[in-house]
């Protein structure tokens, strides 16, 4: 069933103002006929549909700009045998109806004539000003879509990059594809499930993240035509079934009644759900119910009138309050605001309800669009820019500048096609705290990880762990909405990511990067059984490669201490999960690239690596003093506790390096420091002195657990 074929976007209308009906709009403006004298009666619904949005617009530009478009396209014709000035203006209205600016519908008038036409950006620039030629410029450099298997990654990376300093630009896109796809019907079978697929998995949640339901609603039913028509041509004939009785008009009667004696002013609408909204509710619940084919939809004019209508409906009726979420003290990623609920009717049917101000709901259906310019408050075009010349867009949602930054990062298309798709699908978005005052916006499942090259890019590389909530945690520590992070840095910049962090690493721009330094440093030491908890990998520094003046030995001052193997040029490095100092019995054992990590002989990965086959290496000590260990106090809890432990490493000249203290347990308290000693001699004495701390019952050297072989 071709695109063309269906009408998805006509779905049986019940009670109240029906939502943008992009699709029937689009017919009465193209369908009359194509001869000169009825040119101007196209542009004329495009000047219409403008002036509902913004009544003192200006058309004198529009007129302007579609003289030059019909001019230039003139002659040229659509696969579908329509004249080509037909897609450029349908492209339009489909922007005037969402409440597109001026500038906007004058650059989407041109956007195929300097790729198709004799015009040139510079005519553009001339006649219609620096802004609409900058949008008509981005558009253009998107080029013609080949929808071949190879082609579209490297097509939508430069999508991305064009819109990049103004979404302006991906607006005028999306809207191009939308008529693009009711159009579909002339092209074969197989190439229209090629751009349906296409559609579905790009286009559609780059519509969604922009915040314009009522595209996205229109290509999804389009997109579910294509792909799945049975199940289509199932749903439109249970909805159409389900027609006649229509539980909601009742309850949106007895609501609008409620408002009205409680003095609140309102307009309470049936909302139909479009076709794929319909599916997936009766996919989850199987059968349906009268009110699953719609929802009521309460407009007020303040934010505080929403909570009030709130208020009443929980009062008058049942409420579901599972079903209750609050979207205007949370707002969604795309700049979606609004209040759900669901209340049970006076013959048990549950309907759900959105409440919000018609503010809002110009901004849930229009997205980023209703927004207008975004470089000018006053709406007119404001081409001051910063000194960096970098075009900063206030209405840019925080996923779309996370995308442009590790687009840049992705190594090719197919790199970039891949975490592209991964990131749109992740629907939900938490904020969490800086301590400087910002914020980052993460998705949700996002780790301590991913909040650090958020933040600091490339330089969290050498992140060791980080602070949430003030707490000490590993990076691989899941955070959630509201928590404050500080990821923490090693004052060493020589060091790197392990491979472990991929497993943690839920963001393109954290993943792009720790495997971009792994894929510099091929050689870089390694073994999964030396990676110390927090996952962090120590790359070749000053100090822990091998020691000039001993040609014939290979040695490691990691931590200040030295260890030494019998083998030439050979890179050493301290396991971390026993973390060995002098003058503990070590053995080695050779990792991926020749390196040689040393372990104390009672570590439980000694026997492991003896499992599997591995060698030991001889391994000694050199005459390095200072070293890093890591140990473990077991206490009863008390007051003051912290305080006298910190007292007694001060005493044994033991400098800090980490320290965390887990939650008490049975009245039971574990702490974990990280230290650094002036000399490897003093680590009996120190923890002596620990353990004569007054509730202290057990020190003893760290044992991390290592990471499987």
């Not at 991906?170 to 092209?187: Q, W």
């Not at 290979?554 to 030295?562: F, H, K």
Request: glycine share 8%; with cysteine.
């Amino acid at each position: 069933m071709s695109a063309e074929a269906t009408n998805p976007g006509a779905p049986i209308r019940r009670r109240g103002r029906p939502r943008i009906d992009l699709r029937r709009l689009g017919r009465v403006a193209l369908l009359g006929p194509a001869s000169r004298d009825r040119l101007s009666d196209a542009i004329g619904h495009v000047a219409e549909a403008h002036r509902a949005h913004h009544p003192d617009a200006d058309l004198t530009v529009l007129h302007r700009a579609y003289v030059l478009a019909e001019s230039s396209h003139r002659g040229q014709m659509r696969k579908s045998g329509e004249p080509y000035i037909t897609h450029p203006l349908a492209v339009t209205l489909i922007l005037a109806e969402l409440g597109a600016e001026t500038t906007t519908l004058t650059a989407s008038l041109l956007h195929d004539t300097v790729e198709d036409t004799e015009v040139t950006l510079d005519q553009v620039r001339e006649q219609f000003g620096e802004e609409v030629c900058y949008l008509v410029d981005g558009v253009t450099k998107l080029e013609k879509v080949d929808y071949g298997a190879a082609a579209e990654p490297e097509t939508f990376r430069k999508m991305l990059v064009a819109t990049g300093d103004d979404v302006r630009v991906m607006s005028i896109k999306l809207a191009d594809r939308l008529h693009n796809m009711r159009t579909l019907g002339v092209m074969r079978p197989e190439k229209q499930a090629r751009i349906a697929k296409v559609t579905r998995d790009v286009l559609i949640p780059l519509a969604e993240r922009l915040g314009v339901q009522a595209l996205k609603t229109e290509l999804e039913d389009l997109v579910f035509a294509i792909l799945h028509p049975e199940e289509y041509a199932h749903t439109r004939a249970v909805i159409s079934a389900a027609a006649a009785a229509d539980p909601l008009t009742a309850i949106a009667d007895r609501v609008a009644g409620v408002l009205r004696e409680a003095d609140i002013t309102a307009e309470v609408l049936v909302r139909p759900r479009h076709f794929v909204s319909v599916h997936r509710v009766r996919i989850k619940r199987g059968e349906l119910r009268g009110s699953d084919f719609g929802r009521l939809l309460v407009l007020v004019a303040e934010d505080a009138d929403c909570y009030a209508v709130l208020g009443e409906l929980h009062t008058c009726f049942t409420p579901v309050i599972s079903e209750f979420k609050d979207f205007i003290a949370s707002p969604k990623f795309n700049l979606y605001q609004s209040l759900h609920t669901a209340v049970v009717g006076p013959d048990g049917e549950v309907a759900e309800v959105l409440i919000r101000t018609h503010r809002m709901h110009k901004v849930a259906e229009a997205g980023v669009i209703a927004l207008g310019n975004p470089y000018a408050a006053d709406g007119t075009s404001a081409n001051t820019e910063p000194a960096d010349g970098e075009r900063a867009d206030p209405t840019r949602p925080g996923w779309l500048s996370r995308l442009l930054q590790w687009q840049q990062s992705a190594p090719d298309p197919d790199t970039f096609w891949t975490t592209l798709r991964a990131d749109l699908a992740q629907d939900r978005e938490i904020t969490v705290f800086r301590t400087d005052g910002g914020t980052l916006g993460l998705p949700v499942g996002a780790t301590c990880v991913d909040a650090a090259y958020a933040q600091y890019g490339d330089a969290a590389h050498s992140c060791i762990g980080a602070r949430v909530n003030g707490r000490l945690a590993t990076l691989s520590t899941v955070l959630g909405d509201g928590d404050t992070v500080q990821p923490l840095l090693a004052e060493d910049a020589a060091s790197g990511p392990s491979p472990d962090w991929l497993d943690h690493a839920t963001t393109p721009t954290a993943r792009i990067a720790i495997t971009g330094w792994l894929d510099a440093h091929p050689q870089a030491p390694e073994t999964a059984a030396g990676i110390p908890p927090d996952g962090r990998r120590t790359g070749p520094q000053p100090g822990r490669s091998a020691r000039p003046g001993r040609p014939e030995t290979a040695g490691a001052a990691g931590r200040g201490v030295s260890a030494v193997v019998e083998r030439p040029d050979t890179t050493v490095r301290l396991a971390g999960c026993c973390t060995p100092v002098p003058p503990d019995a070590v053995t080695g054992f050779t990792v991926r690239g020749g390196a040689v990590t040393v372990h104390r002989l009672e570590c439980p990965v000694v026997g492991r690596m003896e499992a599997v086959g591995r060698v030991r290496v001889a391994v000694s000590w050199g005459d390095a003093a200072e070293c890093r260990v890591t140990l473990v106090a077991e206490s009863f809890g008390r007051p003051r506790l912290l305080a006298d432990l910190t007292e007694a490493i001060a005493g044994a000249d033991a400098a800090v390096i980490s320290a965390t203290v887990e939650p008490p347990s049975e009245q039971r308290v574990r702490h974990t420091y990280t230290l650094q000693l002036p000399d490897a001699a003093g680590l009996p004495a120190l923890m002596r002195a620990m353990r004569d701390v007054p509730g202290v019952y057990d020190v003893s050297r760290a044992q991390h657990p290592a990471a499987a072989l």
